[in-house]
């Protein structure tokens, strides 16, 4: 039995196993190019082996230099997957100095196939037979070839390579796999150099084994390598994990998930937010059929809502409605959000939705009997006013027919007496001006309370009033388009009365819009600099506009074009604005509808800076 | 001008709105009535001429003793005056108690001058027909005081319809005695027949379960 024989057929046979195996997980796993290089390079090492047996049990100086020969292939073969190895799978090493490694190393292997025999020897004199572990091995005796060190000088630039990867990989922290790795390749590179050398200057005679070497070092490798499958294993069963308590967490919020892949319109969708939706477990799912599946009174305002988020890099919030195919109806909460390519194109969109009808139907109660409650204390409090005003009002009004009356009885009479009646004439004067008083006064009262006037931000308090009317626009299918211009000063004034005006604006657009169809159901709101030191905030809608009779009179009290409207909102928002030194003003539209606009004057220390 | 021995009938103007009360007195006095303003309740309480006839026209809200207190304090007194509410607004809670106490009227202030004077002149008369009723109640309730006590009695059941002789076995005494009681009652009375005596009974106020000053259903 021979030791020989055995320990490099086994090192063979070990290094092709290793190669077999990690060349199946690349194909498996084709990005993986750590896996394919250390598969070569352990295919490298089991040549190497092989030649180095041939070189053993050479009988002629010619089989011997062909076995020398010959062992050049794999060395680099293994130098060039390490090369790769260490740049792909370890991200280090300096490519420059890859490259001249690899080329010096295609220069020797050129070089040693056009000298006879090899790169190593000028010529083989003769075979010295040593014995190595209990037998009898060849070595070679001959002329030293110089070329050999440019041989040589590609280990020791490889040896360098390695060397300044192990420093880059410790310096990163990955301490590990720049001793394990990076070391144990500097240091059986180093080992099968110097032994290399050694031999051939005929320094050392031994015969080549750097194959036990290299074998270490596809240990090492293959270590490492399995150990990073090992962690890989354990990252998906904590992934895994991760995603069963999320789901969990999911499941007990009643929340549908999905994502929208914008590229080709698919929709993922989580079983519960297929169930809100309507939609069978195998559907399959695009924008389109969510879309189908919303209220048609909803799919404008919330195809406007996604598209904003889209176009603003930011997240929607919204409400609608969904038509089952049963005929039910249900009302959904959902927000989403887009994921973006380096363009800032959107590539996907994230979003949640839960089902909020109960909620809903409890808020439209509450709604509607806040209107109700809303209207009677106005109609009551509008109701005292007047009730104190005609009382106020029927002592003079009646003082003065009672003395006119009175006076043309005197004037009738045969000797009228000129001294009474001009009595008369003179307190009719006096209750006239009584009754001037008790107007001024109620007009007064009404204007009590000081402006609180401040700077006031338009974009917000815009904002703060549109949030305000968004759910009873939602029900009222209504869209509300806002457009604020950047960076506008701020106005001078109380943000909670001229938010009152805007709200009144905003709701009489609203009321404006009945009898027009979904889409058409628009109300915006503008705000823009308009001349110097002014502001316009302008709300406009898409309803029937103000007919041309009724333009002149719309600002006075009491006067409605609403079947239960007081006519006192107008009024009110005038004494407000022209309270705060602004103008508010009606117009129509060309393309139909009203459009109010008021103006306020940019608060003063602006004005100046 | 009325030529007349008894005090003329006045008109009582009562508003604490002194401007008004002027105007409304103006045009009063001009279509030929005579005239007294007050300027409160307890001012025309305290001065008024109690034998004057007349009717009272006042404001329902004024401070101090309002339109209603009035009306209340007035009915309670040996003269009572019709009383006209005039008032700034409509009020219905308020109407409603002033016409259950028997006010002439409810008119607002700037009501038409015909409507306040044709409600001025209901007033007077229903003052006249009431004010005789009462003078001649207080006559009959004189005639019947000088009646005795046993002679009321006799007249409680002749009024009743009963005859002597039921009059006798229900008081216990003889049918004669009776006789005697009741010639004694027409004497004092100057009324022969039962129909006039029980007529005399109603208007003053005997023997029946109400004593209401006013006419039942108002």
């Known amino acids: 039995m021979s030791w020989v024989t055995v320990l ?44 180095e047996l041939w070189m053993m049990r050479s009988q002629t100086t010619a089989q011997f230099g062909a076995a020398l020969r010959w062992v050049h292939v794999p060395i680099l073969l293994v130098m060039l997957a390490l090369v790769g190895f260490v740049r792909v799978y370890l991200r280090a090493g300096r490519l420059w100095l890859g490259w001249i490694v690899c080329m010096t190393r295609v220069l020797t292997l050129a070089l040693n196939f056009y000298f006879t025999p090899n790169l190593n020897f000028r010529e083989i004199t003769a075979l010295r037979p040593i014995r190595f572990l209990g037998e009898w091995v060849s070595t070679a005796q001959g002329v030293p070839n110089s070329w050999m060190l440019l041989a040589q000088a590609s280990l020791a630039l490889f040896i360098v390579f390695l060397l300044d990867s192990m420093n880059t990989l ?96 698919e929709v993922w969708a989580t079983e519960k937010c297929r169930q809100l939706f309507g939609f069978a477990a195998d559907e399959s799912l695009n924008y389109e059929t969510f879309n189908a599946r919303l209220h048609p009174e909803d799919r404008a305002s919330t195809g406007l809502a996604v598209q904003q988020a889209l176009s603003d890099h930011g997240m929607y919030e919204t409400q609608y409605r969904v038509a089952l195919p049963g005929g039910t109806e249900r009302w959904l909460s959902a927000m989403g959000q887009g994921e973006y390519d380096a363009k800032g194109n959107p590539t996907r969109m994230l979003g949640v939705c839960v089902d909020i009808s109960a909620r809903r139907r409890s808020e439209l109660e509450a709604e509607e009997l806040r209107q109700t409650l809303a209207h009677a204390s106005r109609v009551t409090m509008l109701g005292q006013l007047a009730s104190a005003l005609a009382h106020e009002l029927s002592q003079p009004l009646g003082a003065i027919l009672r003395n006119a009356e009175a006076a043309e009885l005197f004037l009738q009479s045969s000797s009228p007496d000129i001294e009474e009646v001009l009595a008369i004439l003179a307190d009719i004067r006096k209750d006239d001006q009584r009754a001037g008083g008790v107007i001024e006064r109620m007009r007064a009262l009404l204007k009590r309370g000081d402006l609180d006037a401040k700077p006031v931000d338009v974009a917000e308090m815009v904002e703060e009033v549109v949030r305000f009317v968004r759910a009873d626009a939602v029900a009222r299918r209504v869209i509300i388009e806002t457009r604020v211009a950047n960076a506008l000063p701020p106005v001078r004034g109380d943000p909670v009365q001229i938010q009152q005006v805007l709200l009144n604006l905003i709701l009489n657009g609203m009321d404006a819009l009945n009898g027009k169809t979904d889409g058409e159901r628009r109300v915006a709101v503008h705000a823009e600099a308009s001349g110097a030191g002014v502001i316009e905030i302008a709300v406009s809608d898409s309803g029937h506009g103000i007919p041309l009779d009724k333009a002149g009179n719309l600002f006075d009290p ?23 030194g602004g103008k508010i003003a009606a117009e129509n539209h060309p393309q139909g509808g009203a459009k109010f606009r008021v103006t306020l004057p940019v608060a003063a220390n602006e004005r100046k800076s | 001008m009325r030529i007349s021995t008894a005090p003329a009938a006045v008109v009582h103007i009562v508003d604490d709105d002194v401007p008004f009360l002027t105007a409304a007195a103006r045009l009063l006095k001009a279509s030929g009535f005579d005239v007294r303003i007050f300027a409160s309740a307890a001012e025309f309480l305290a001065q008024r001429d109690v034998n004057a006839p007349g009717c009272v026209v006042a404001d329902l809200h004024m401070p101090g003793m309002d339109g209603l207190e009035l009306q209340t304090t007035l009915a309670r007194t040996r003269e009572p005056l019709p009383i006209l509410f005039l008032t700034g607004q409509g009020d219905i809670p308020a109407t409603v108690r002033a016409m259950r106490g028997g006010a002439e009227d409810f008119l607002e202030k700037r ?67 009776v006789k005697a009681h009741r010639g004694a009652i027409t004497a004092k009375l100057g009324v022969p027949s039962v129909a006039e005596l029980t007529r005399l009974t109603q208007e003053a106020g005997l023997f029946t379960e109400s004593s209401s000053t006013f006419p039942k259903g108002q």
């Open chain 1, 558 to 580: 009491f006067f409605t074009t609403k079947p239960h409207g007081l006519g006192i909102g107008l009024t009110i928002s005038r004494t407000i604005i022209e309270a705060h």
């Open chain 2, 111 to 177: 009501a038409p001058k015909e409507k306040l004077i044709d409600a001025v002149k209901r007033a007077l008369l229903r003052d006249e027909r009431e004010r005789s009723q009462r003078a001649r109640r207080r006559e009959v309730r004189a005639l019947l005081d000088s009646l005795t006590q046993r002679q009321l009695e006799v007249l409680s059941h002749i009024v009743r319809g009963r005859l002597n002789k039921q009059i006798a076995d229900d008081l216990g005494i003889h049918e004669r005695t």
């Open chain 1, 8 to 51: 490099w057929s086994m090192t063979v046979a070990a290094c092709l196993t290793l190669a077999l195996v990690h060349l199946l997980v690349w194909f498996q796993e084709k990005k993986a190019w750590g896996y394919l290089l250390f598969a070569l390079s352990a295919i490298g090492t089991s040549g190497i082996a092989a030649c």
């Open chain 1, 170 to 265: 410790w310096r990163r922290g990955e301490r590990r796999h720049s001793l394990i790795l990076c070391g144990s390749m500097s240091l059986f590179v180093i080992l099968g150099t110097v032994q290399g050398a050694m031999i051939m200057w005929g320094v050392a005679p031994m015969p080549l084994t750097v194959s036990i070497f290299y074998t270490g070092l596809v240990g090492a490798m293959g270590y490492e390598l399995s150990r990073d499958v090992l962690h890989a294993a354990q990252l998906a069963r904590d992934l895994g994990e991760s995603e069963k308590r999320m789901k969990l967490a999911v499941q007990s919020a009643d929340l549908g998930l999905w994502i929208w892949n914008i590229a080709d319109g």
